[in-house]
C-alpha cells in the first residue's frame, strides 16, 4: 500500500511569490492534514480537511489557505510568501479523521524562500 | 488548551543502554497521545499510540510507553538502543473537543546513540 506522497519535495521560490503544494493520502484516508515544521517553532497545525471541508484550522494567517478533492487529494496554497515560510510543509492522512486514528505522514516538502 | 512538554532537548546514551524519553501533557479532557520518531529528510513515522485501555503500550522497534494520568506523563523507553535509534522524537496529543482535536506536539527530543 503506497505512503502519502507529497511533491514536490523541495522547492525555492522568493518573496512576494505564492506557492501550492500537493499531498496525495493513503488509499482509502479522507481526512488529511497539514502542518508546518521549523526550527524555532517545531511542529504546528494548519488546518484539517475530510470529505472536502475544512474541518479544523490552526492559528496561521490568510496568507495560508488549502483545499480538498473529491478524491481526498489535497493542496494547500501560500500567497504573498515570506521569509518566515521557508519550513517543511508536511501532510498527514488518517482513515477518517477520528481523534484515536493515527495520522500517516509523508515526507514533506521543504519549501525555502530566497 | 492543552499541550506538551519533552524534558530534554537532547539525550545522549550508549548503544546497549536504557532509553528514556520523558513526555508531560496537559489537556483539560481525557488525552489520546502518541510518540513519532522523525529521521533526517524523512517525515514522521508513528512508534506508538494510547487511547483507551492498558496503560502500558507497546509500540514497533522495541519501543514501549506507559500513561500515568496521574503525573499526566507518557515517557517512551527502550530497554537497550541500537544505532538505528539516533533520530528525533516527538510526543503528541489530542482530545475529543473543539480546537483540541487537532494533534499538538512536543517540542522534541533529538537522541544520539554513542558507539
Known amino acids: 500500500k503506497a505512503g502519502v506522497t507529497q511533491t514536490p519535495r523541495y522547492l525555492i521560490k522568493t518573496r512576494g511569490q505564492q506557492v501550492t503544494l500537493s499531498c496525495s493520502p493513503i488509499?482509502?484516508?479522507?481526512?488529511v492534514s497539514w502542518y508546518q515544521q521549523t526550527p524555532g517553532q517545531g511542529l504546528q497545525f494548519l488546518f484539517e480537511?475530510?470529505?472536502?471541508?475544512?474541518?479544523n484550522k490552526g492559528n496561521f494567517p490568510g496568507r495560508f489557505s488549502g483545499r480538498q478533492f473529491s478524491n481526498s487529494r489535497s493542496e494547500m496554497n501560500v500567497s504573498t510568501l515570506e521569509l518566515g515560510d521557508s519550513a517543511l510543509y508536511l501532510c498527514a492522512s488518517s482513515l477518517a479523521g477520528q481523534i484515536n486514528q493515527p495520522q500517516h505522514f509523508g515526507d514533506g516538502t521543504r519549501l525555502s524562500i530566497l | 488548551a492543552q499541550s506538551v512538554t519533552q524534558l530534554g532537548s537532547h539525550v545522549s546514551v550508549s548503544e546497549g543502554a536504557l532509553v528514556l524519553l520523558r513526555c508531560n501533557y496537559s489537556s483539560s479532557v481525557p488525552p489520546y497521545l502518541f510518540w513519532y520518531v522523525q529521521y533526517p529528510n524523512q517525515g514522521l513515522q508513528l512508534l506508538l499510540k494510547y487511547t483507551t485501555g492498558a496503560t502500558l503500550v507497546k509500540g514497533i522497534n522495541g519501543f514501549e510507553a506507559e500513561f500515568k494520568k496521574s503525573e499526566t506523563s507518557f515517557h517512551l523507553t527502550k530497554p537497550s538502543a541500537h544505532m538505528s535509534d539516533a533520530a528525533e522524537y516527538f510526543c503528541a496529543v489530542r482530545a475529543e473537543f473543539g480546537s483540541a482535536r487537532q494533534l499538538t506536539f512536543g517540542s522534541g527530543t533529538q537522541l544520539t546513540v554513542l558507539p
Open positions: 488509499s482509502g484516508h479522507r481526512s
Open positions: 480537511y475530510f470529505s472536502e471541508t475544512q474541518r
